[in-house]
Nanobody, 120 residues
Framework: QVQLVESGGGLVQPGGSLRLACAASGTIFNVYTMGWYRQAPGKQREWVADITRSTSTTYADSVKGRFTISRDNAKNTVYLQMNNLKPEDTAVYYC??????????????WGQGTQVTVSS
């Protein structure tokens, strides 16, 4: 079994920063693309950013220049550094990883979500 555990959410004022982390544990053969998504109240879940195993990154236009995704392959962990936060960044943030539990299996796993609230 594989489990993703997120941390780092909270309440922050506009213009502030937060760093999210998501660590995978369990029977892991390899971890490929890691990503972050978010879901605001009353809205559909949207993609925020992702990073490949070779550390190639892509970002949604709404966060480009403010958020930075990174990974630590030795720890099976992905991070999201969020700077200059805006009220519209308020959402539950979810991490996702494409994980192989053996040489023939590849599955997308999701974290439980962490709340980020940007408010004065």
């Amino acid at each position: 079994q594989v489990q993703l555990v997120e941390s780092g959410g909270g309440l922050v004022q506009p213009g502030g920063s937060l760093r999210l982390a998501c660590a995978a544990s369990g029977t892991i053969f390899n971890v490929y693309t890691m990503g972050w998504y978010r879901q605001a109240p009353g809205k559909q879940r949207e993609w925020v950013a992702d990073i490949t195993r070779s550390t190639s990154t892509t970002y949604a236009d709404s966060v480009k220049g403010r958020f930075t995704i990174s990974r630590d392959n030795a720890k099976n962990t992905v991070y999201l550094q969020m700077n200059n936060l805006k009220p519209e960044d308020t959402a539950v943030y979810y991490c996702s990883m494409a994980i192989a539990t053996n040489i023939a299996s590849l599955t997308d796993y999701w974290g439980q979500g962490t709340q980020v609230t940007v408010s004065s």
